[in-house]
């Protein structure tokens, strides 16, 4: 990696983590979302488990040279960088690729996570611009956050993130709880999901245990703090939740759920 990658791009502060950097003063902590607001240590994994997916350790400048130096030439010959730049198949060669309408052009993303960090890289080739997002917080936040930059650079228009200000009352988040079942094209398929409450805090709790904080937008409208994913509550004509809209699914209330 270092004589094919890092020394011919010029990555000065990249390289591969193979365990022994554990108490590397530079390395970033990375963090877990806690309910709405507060962060805990991640569960720490042995990153060499990960290689050739998640093992490199790098910086944001050090990414947008290797962006640069990709998709200018600079690291593959013209019939490889020319697989690389492809649209079909969607994903190929580490890029998720294709037509974006927000931008009316083709362009190349990736994005992921692992215990306590997320990314998200961006490409658009028409104007050679390059967006990095790095957290070290497990969170999908840094996919909005990376498409609004460029939507910024760009002067394209974009949603600024406005959470509810006010606290929820814990009357309302009582009326909200109950299951609702997904069909078979969820991420899960035909799984079953549960909107669950304290006093302060709505949270979605998953089939796999996992537990996703909402932070609330307003009175039916959410942003699951994990995912970074729009949630919404359709309700029956008694007020109660009837419906559950995860992104672009949409599961349906269990009846006699709590």
Known sequence: MKRLLFDQAAL???????????????LAAGYQPE????????????WSAK??????????????KFVRALFEGRLL?????????????????????GENK??????????????????????????????VAFSNIYSSATTTIGYDIAAIALNLP????????SPTDPAEL??????????????????SVTLTANDSELSLAWPSGNISPLIPLDRDHFVDRSYWEQVAIER?????PSVLLYGNFRGTAVPDSP
Do not use: C, H, M
């Not at 309910?35 to 042995?46: K, T």
């Not at 909200?176 to 799984?191: C, E, H, L, S």
């Open 35 to 46: 309910g709405l607001g507060a962060l805990r240590p991640a569960q720490q994994i042995r």
């Open 174 to 191: 009582k009326n909200i709880r109950g299951t609702f079942k997904f069909g078979p094209d969820f991420y899960q398929a035909n799984a």
């Open 77 to 97: 010959k013209p019939s490889s960088l020319n697989l690389v730049l492809e649209t079909s198949p969607r994903v190929g060669y580490g890029w998720f690729r």
């Open 51 to 64: 290689t050739g997916n998640a093992s490199v350790y790098t910086i944001a400048a050090d990414e947008a």
């Open 12 to 26: 000065r502060n990249s390289g591969i983590d193979d365990d022994s950097l554990t108490n590397a003063p530079k």
């Open 158 to 165: 974009y949603t600024a993130f406005q959470p509810r200000t």
């Open 236 to 240: 029956d004509n008694s007020g109660r």
């Open 102 to 131: 927000r931008f009316n052009q083709p362009a190349y993303y990736s994005n992921g996570r692992a215990p306590g960090f997320a990314s998200f890289v961006l490409y658009l080739p028409r104007e050679r611009l390059t967006v």
